[in-house]
């Protein structure tokens, strides 16, 4: 399969967001105009102990199109992970996290430390696209500019030949975590790299309003571009790209998304568990507005799931 059938051009992606990105929030992201879902980094050992029961393996038709993301360090299992998921899920598409600075995981050698060590990258890299291709799927690497230098130019020379066939580039280093700004000049530069070889470029990196996917486009020449901390903020991003005009977004508004997302979120989670996401998600959806805290403030504090809602239901009655 070519990356042009699986990925589109122009398309408008919602990123991966641990703790954040679950399948309710995926799909009511696909209602709001995100193009294609992506799941949080899922361990490639423990599928391979535990299976696909866990509910960060859980997804519906809705989120389609979605790609999987694994972690691991080792390629051999992520081969008989993502062969599995391929096989059992049918995702529409497999992908390598090799930008995760987090701790738990590089300490393991996966995520962004695949960055210091370019052969295990590729090693991974191929191991995953071997086993997307046996099952017909597209194959990309989700990666960071480098660990704390920036190596572009020779960590991509490494995955060109691995099989492939869609890079991610969060313009930042590992080590930066998400401090300073994100080099698009280094997307474009990768545009560059990637173009001649076939490779889908998905660029990704502080787009902060809709005006901000425009400019990506532009200015770096990527094929699709992909949303991550804004969405939170404001779900409703991908929708005034599209339509090209900044929605009314009050309060109310903010509460009755949340309220949609809970119903569907107890379909999934236990109801302490969705209430505690969700009370993640709010201190994002409710940044930045006037009289944030008193909003928030019985929101954060609700003690069980059905004061949470009230409040809720009594900001959604609002203006
Ligand atoms: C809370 C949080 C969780 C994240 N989880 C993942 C993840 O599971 N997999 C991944 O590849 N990137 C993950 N990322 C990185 C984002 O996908 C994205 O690359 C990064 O936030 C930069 O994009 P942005 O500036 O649009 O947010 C995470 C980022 C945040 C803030």
């Known amino acids: 399969m070519s990356a042009e059938v699986a990925f589109q051009t122009g398309e408008v992606i919602l990123a991966p967001l641990a703790g954040y990105t679950h399948s309710p929030f995926r799909r009511l992201l696909r209602r709001l105009g995100a193009d ?5 980094l899922v361990s490639a050992e423990m599928i391979l102990q535990k299976g696909l029961e866990d509910p960060l393996c859980y997804f519906t038709e809705a989120e ?18 993502a062969e599995r998921v391929a096989r059992e899920l049918r995702p529409d598409a497999l992908d390598l996290n090799a930008g995760c600075p987090v701790r738990k995981v590089v300490s393991r050698g996966a995520g962004a430390a695949l960055l210091k060590d370019p052969e295990r990258l590729a090693a991974c890299a191929q191991a995953l696209a071997e086993a997307a291709r046996r099952a017909g799927l597209p194959a990309s690497v989700k990666m960071r500019l480098g ?5 572009l130019e020779e960590l991509v020379e490494r995955l060109l030949h691995t099989g492939i066939s869609a890079l991610v580039l969060h313009a930042r280093l590992a080590v930066e975590g998400f401090s300073g700004q994100a080099r698009w000049p280094r997307l474009r530069d990768l545009v560059q790299l ?53 929605l009314e977004k009050p309060p109310s508004l903010r509460a009755r998304l949340a309220l949609e997302l809970l119903e569907e979120m107890f379909q999934v989670f236990r109801p302490e568990t969705a209430c505690k996401k969700i009370k ?40």
């Open 64 to 81: 389609r199109p979605l790609v999987f993301q694994l972690f691991g360090a080792d390629p051999e299992k992520i081969f008989r992970a």
């Open 36 to 40: 294609r879902t992506w799941t949080e």
């Open 280 to 319: 993640g998600l709010l201190a994002q959806l409710f940044k930045g507005l006037p009289g944030k805290k008193a909003l928030l403030a019985p929101l954060l504090t609700a003690e069980n799931c059905s004061s949470l809602i009230k409040g809720l239901q009594n900001i959604a009655g609002g203006q």
């Open 194 to 246: 990637a173009a001649p070889e076939g490779l889908f470029v998905i660029g990704n990196g502080d787009i902060k309003a809709p005006e901000d996917i425009k400019r990506m486009f532009k200015e770096t020449g990527c094929q699709a571009v992909m949303v991550g901390r804004a969405a939170l903020r404001n779900p409703w991003i991908f929708k005034e790209y599209k339509e090209n005009r900044l």
């Open 147 to 151: 660990w704390d230098k920036d190596r």
